[in-house]
């Protein structure tokens, strides 16, 4: 009897140890189960959320588009006196899309305020040198590099020589001036690579190309580099089945480094001038007509000074926009180049996007 007990308290102890198994293993599958389960949903929420930002971002840039339309309608010059340039018009037209949740920024840059890289060369056979933009390349490099950037292989004329041969469409040993080069030179490179002969695409590609170190092209916390003040964009003139780049730069919406190249080395202290000029006039300070390119003659020391008529204009038709959308730690961004064209038929303008990115 006694060991009859024994062999049941045993089979008891046995049970319990299994109930005890089975609930601890179902305790952690309802906790696993749980887990996912909350992952899934706050995944999916996630997704949910960024898809939601980009259509919203989406949504500035097609806003951004709608406001440089009007734009184009009301004005034959474009300036940072306008609603497209001015960051509080751009949010009173924000505030008139309606989002259930989060927050839409907007800002409208104008590309023709900047040097257009493949302007540089006469497209479309590219074998010449767009003489009054060798000029500006040179002062640029000279205002934004440094010692360290510009040493002997790397001067101004050299960077220009190399940016020239490997934006022509040749690509023998006929290097541009001593200090060019052609695919020969980017062969020896590990790894190796060839010359565009071509138009740029991105501006990145510049740093491809000898002579162009990161920190000139990056720049640093002080001083910016090329990529803040170059576009690979422009306004292209049909020739036939052919299109070449005049490369004119927007007076009216150019940075201080850009208007010091365009004013020449010996008056490049009277950029700040002009820069300030233009912020007082956005600003509603001052009335100023910046219809007329010679504008800038009216400024106290500038009288006496010419631009070259080949390399500025007022008027602009490529923009970038960048709309950005956020909601709580969350944000999606598009980063859009329009091109304002107008419909030969209609007479209406549009806006035709050349470059689209998610960065």
């Known amino acids: 009897m006694p060991l009859f007990k024994k062999i049941i308290a045993d089979n008891r102890g046995i049970a319990l140890l299994i109930t005890l198994s089975v609930t601890t293993i179902l305790v952690a599958a309802a906790l696993e189960y749980n887990r996912r389960a909350r992952f899934e949903v706050i995944s999916t929420a996630s997704v ?94 000279s205002i934004i590099g440094n010692e360290d950037d510009l040493q002997e292989d790397s001067s101004p004329t050299a960077i220009v020589n190399s940016v020239k041969d490997w934006l022509d469409s040749g690509d023998d040993e006929a290097t541009t001036g001593l200090s060019g080069a052609e695919s020969s030179y980017y062969e020896e490179k590990d790894p190796p690579y060839t010359s565009r002969n071509g138009p740029l695409e991105d ?49 009216n919406t150019a940075d201080i480094p850009v208007l010091a190249a365009l004013l020449g080395t010996e008056n490049q202290d009277l950029a700040q001038t002009v820069f300030e000029m233009r912020q007082e006039i956005a600003a509603e300070k001052d009335v100023h007509d910046f219809s007329n390119p010679k504008w800038y003659k009216n400024i106290t020391g500038l009288s006496d000074v010419t631009i070259d008529s080949r390399i500025i204009t007022v008027a602009s038709d490529v923009f970038r926009i960048q709309s950005t959308a956020s909601f709580e730690s969350t944000q999606a961004s598009v980063i859009a180049v329009v091109n304002r064209v107008k419909n030969p038929e209609s007479g209406k303008w549009s806006c035709r996007v050349l470059n689209w990115e998610t960065p």
């Open 48 to 141: 949910r959320d960024r898809m939601t930002l980009s259509y919203m971002a989406s949504s500035g840039v097609h806003a951004a588009m709608a406001l440089l339309i009007k734009d184009k309608g009301e004005s034959n010059f474009d300036s940072l006196d306008e609603d497209w340039a001015n960051p509080e018009k751009i949010d009173e037209i924000l505030q008139e899309i309606p989002f259930e949740k989060g927050k839409l920024a907007v800002k409208i840059t104008d590309e023709l305020g900047k040097v257009q890289v493949n302007a540089l060369v006469r497209f479309p056979d590219s074998r010449q040198f767009n003489q009054s933009q060798v000029m500006l390349w040179e002062r640029l490099l």
């Open 203 to 251: 501006l990145n590609e510049l740093l491809l190309i000898k002579g162009i170190t990161p920190r000139l092209f990056y720049g640093t916390k002080e001083a910016p580099g090329l990529a803040n003040y170059m576009t690979v964009h422009g306004l292209a003139v049909a020739a036939g089945t052919n299109f070449n780049w005049p490369g004119r730069i927007n007076i």
